[in-house]
Nanobody, 124 residues
Framework: VQLQACGGGLVQAGGALRLACAASGRALSTFGMGWFRQTPGKERGFVAAIRWSGGEPAYADSVKDRFTISSDNAKTTVYLQMTGLKVEDTAVYYC??????????????????WGQGTQVTVSS
């Protein structure tokens, strides 16, 4: 599976961006997709995730009510709509393909494939 993320850029605080992640190829297992982010000197952290089996998406507390994760009907493209952006949202955002259920949704271990990352910069 190859993941291609796009949509990052520079935006002023309070603004909005929509990230997209397109998946191609085939995987033996697939349970959903997620977004993580990383800033220099820090570990990559969970942002949001969606499961193909349904149910409510999961969000990090820091982005809840501001970010929305969704997918197309084919479940090959996942979006992250980001609104009310804050300076602290500045990071490289990575999309990931979930291949394991023996890790929690918020754990990197649940995801077997990763995109290349897209930079989001929020200016004050």
């Amino acid at each position: 599976v190859q993941l291609q993320a796009c949509g990052g850029g520079l935006v002023q605080a309070g603004g909005a961006l929509r990230l997209a992640c397109a998946a191609s190829g085939r995987a033996l297992s697939t349970f959903g997709m997620g977004w993580f982010r990383q800033t220099p000197g820090k570990e990559r952290g969970f942002v949001a995730a969606i499961r193909w089996s349904g149910g409510e998406p999961a969000y990090a507390d820091s982005v809840k009510d501001r970010f929305t994760i969704s997918s197309d009907n084919a479940k090959t493209t996942v979006y992250l709509q980001m609104t009310g952006l804050k300076v602290e949202d500045t990071a490289v955002y990575y999309c990931a393909w979930r291949t394991r259920l023996n890790f929690t949704t918020r754990s990197e271990g649940a995801y077997g494939y990763w995109g290349q990352g897209t930079q989001v910069t929020v200016s004050s």
